[in-house]
């Protein structure tokens, strides 16, 4: 049995449909993020799923059971936010415990489950103290210990890292995925960004304009993406796409050189990743470019080219390269790892 399962869902906002009969089932322990652009509805759906959104049609089933009407209180799960919504007032552990203490829970059993959410997230030291005396990271820590007291079904987290800096986002990104590893739990994660993303999920779910355009593994995504905006999207850079014309025994580029590509004879559009180009002389390989910007990023080096194309081409150069703008090269394309795509953005 799935742990939730959404049924041709939908949310109608007066004619607006901004969800569009969404169907998805979701593991028992299975980790599933939501990616896609801001308007997309990756945080609406998420909502819903928790009850803090009425569903306009279809059906959400959690653990089997209908809670398409059912109040957030009522669905057994646990929701972390992007604000910590932490009480000032209160410590640390009358935070984490409050939930259970609204409920009736008995003391005994909050301090105990208190003290065991706290071990898992290294809170122990840090349950006299009040939000105020705590960073960011440690705020954020606490606010997942509220949800782990109240032993949910699953999980929902809508963008919890957004409010950190660089440093602690990696830290709590480790955490949380250290965090389900010891819970098993379901957790359904709402994300913009592409790390986070790709080191967490087991599957991520690509949302455009509210309905799916995409569901898998990372390296299912990342490698075999079903169409452009998923190949554009899942990504840092994203891949390069530019104009194609087919032959009977291949491809050719702006400018006439090109590879082969049997059975591709629909393709409009080439795509690759910046990875797989590598630098050649120039007027060798598929495309000569000049270099626009040069990004050295320590382990790797981001080198922007202007090929006479609608688009600029990145190219991932390992380690630091000696081309500096102004200068051209040839780029040479792998073969294996050409996606070419149709007149309406699809995968061949």
């Known amino acids: ?31 599933v993020v939501f990616v896609g652009p801001s308007g997309c509805g990756k945080s609406t759906l998420l909502r819903m799923i928790g009850g803090l959104e009425e569903t306009s049609r279809g059906q959400i089933l959690i653990d089997g059971r209908d809670v398409t009407d059912q109040p957030p209180s009522g669905r057994g799960l646990s929701m972390v936010f992007q604000s910590y ?55 954020q820590r606490v606010a997942i210990g509220r949800s782990i007291v109240r032993d949910p079904t699953a999980f929902l987290f809508d963008e919890p890292l957004s409010n950190l800096d660089a440093a602690l986002r990696v830290e709590m990104r480790y955490e949380i995925a250290k965090l389900h590893q010891r819970l098993g739990k379901a957790m359904i994660y709402v994300t913009h960004d592409q ?49 194609v ?24 559009r080439l795509g690759i990743r910046p990875e797989h180009i590598t630098l050649c002389a120039p007027g060798e390989g598929q495309l000569d470019g000049t270099v626009d910007v040069a990004e050295y990023l320590g382990a790797d080096t981001f080198l922007v080219l202007d090929c006479g194309l609608e688009e600029k081409v990145t190219v991932r150069v390992i380690g630091d390269s000696a081309l500096r703008p102004g200068a051209t090269t040839g780029l040479a394309f792998d073969p294996a790892r050409l996606i070419f795509f149709d007149a309406n953005g699809q995968a061949l």
């Open 85 to 139: 919504a932490l009480y000032p007032h209160m410590s640390v552990a009358e935070n984490m415990g409050f939930a259970l203490k609204t409920a009736g829970a008995p003391k005994a059993e909050i301090e105990q489950k208190v003290a065991a959410a706290a071990d898992v997230l290294k809170l122990d030291a840090l349950l006299d103290r009040r939000p105020k005396d705590l960073s960011g990271g440690q705020r």
């Open 245 to 268: 014309t087919m032959s009977a025994t291949g491809y050719s580029l702006p400018g006439g050189r090109g590879g082969a590509a049997a059975g591709k004879g629909a393709a409009t």
């Open 195 to 243: 790390v986070e993303a790709m080191t967490l999920a087991d599957r991520i779910v690509v949302l455009e304009g509210g309905h799916i355009a995409q569901v898998g593994r990372p390296r299912d995504l990342y490698e075999n993406p079903a169409n452009l905006f998923v190949a554009q999207f899942i990504g840092s850079p994203k891949m390069n796409v530019m104009p």
């Open 1 to 31: 049995m799935s742990a939730i399962t959404l049924s041709a869902v939908e949310k109608w906002y007066g004619d607006v449909v901004v969800i569009k009969g969404i169907d998805l089932e979701i593991e028992p322990g299975e980790f």
